[in-house]
């Protein structure tokens, strides 16, 4: 295989969203452990279960990542011409390719660990495939997030956690529930940039049907009501005290809104605008604080 083929498939993966599955599942992972206190799992186990466990949510994302852009080569040649499909640098074939043999590696590494693993990253891989293929989700205006939010958020959460221990807790349920929440808004970041190609071709966003101010706003809502509401569950007793310090969170959200509304030209770097990059930062931060306070505080 040559050089430029090889950068051609890792450009295909889009290396900097791997970084979210392994981040957030590792420290949703180590959180689990820490909330179980004294377990009968020895360090071999605990280390090989989160790196097969992290590697399996790496590989979804890319075989994710491939599909998508089999698919969206024609939205891609409008607003992402520099993309390996649109540049002629790989074929759809050979992305499609790549994608089955990613899914097929994920499931194997995630049947790997067991049995309520594997059916979480099979309902997870069901989402992804159906929000790119048949019926093709990504069209249907409110649907395309939800189909992005709930396996990234709430399947997610609940398949790493359950690598190590029940995912139906109602603590785990409801931080799965508020990552959700916050990525219904926050991913409306990502078709900024992506208006007009995606209403040539047919895909419904809020940015192409609402334009830029709802749109905005809408998302700010979601991402901040993720933090806003922990404060009543708090109150409930479902999440610990210590968890409001997830609230700072907010803070960032502010800046996504108001970057939404003065996006900057794209960059090849980060792929999309400052909004999506500094959404993915929160919630890479939403995983790592959850972690670390369960694990402070357990």
């Known amino acids: ?173 409801a931080i799965a529930a508020l990552a959700a929440l916050f990525l219904f808004g926050g991913t409306t970041t990502k078709d900024i940039l992506d208006a007009e190609a995606d209403r040539k071709n047919g895909v419904s966003t809020m940015m192409n049907t609402f334009g830029a101010n709802i749109t905005s706003w809408t998302a700010f809502l979601c991402m901040a009501s993720a933090f806003l509401i922990i404060p009543f569950l708090i109150g409930a007793g479902i999440l610990p005290f210590s968890f409001l310090l997830l609230m700072v969170l907010c803070i960032p959200t502010v800046f996504i809104w108001w970057s939404m509304r003065h996006p900057e030209p794209r960059s090849h770097h980060r792929e999309n605008t400052k909004a999506w990059t500094v959404m993915y930062g929160t919630y890479f931060l939403y995983a790592l604080g959850f972690a670390v306070l369960t694990a402070a505080f357990s």
């Open 1 to 173: 295989m040559r050089k430029r083929e090889i950068y051609s498939i890792i450009a295909l993966l889009r290396p900097f969203t791997l970084l979210a599955p392994v981040i957030v599942s590792s420290s949703v992972m180590v959180a689990s452990l820490c909330a179980l206190g004294n377990s009968d799992f020895s360090l071999i186990n605990v280390v090989f279960s989160i790196v097969i466990a992290s590697c399996t949510f790496a590989l979804l994302n890319g075989a994710s990542n491939a599909l998508n852009q089999a698919t969206d080569i024609n939205e891609d040649r409008l607003s992402k011409p520099y993309r390996p499909l649109p540049k002629g640098d790989l074929t759809i074939r050979q992305a499609i390719a790549i994608a089955a043999v990613l899914y097929a590696a994920s499931l194997i590494l995630a049947f790997l660990i067991h049995i309520t693993f594997f059916m979480f990253i099979m309902i997870i891989t069901s989402f992804t495939i159906s929000y790119s293929v048949y019926p093709r989700m990504k069209k249907r205006l409110l649907w395309n997030q939800l189909w992005v939010a709930l396996p990234r958020g709430f399947l997610g959460i609940l398949a790493s956690w359950s690598v190590f221990s029940s995912p139906f807790e109602p603590m785990v349920l």
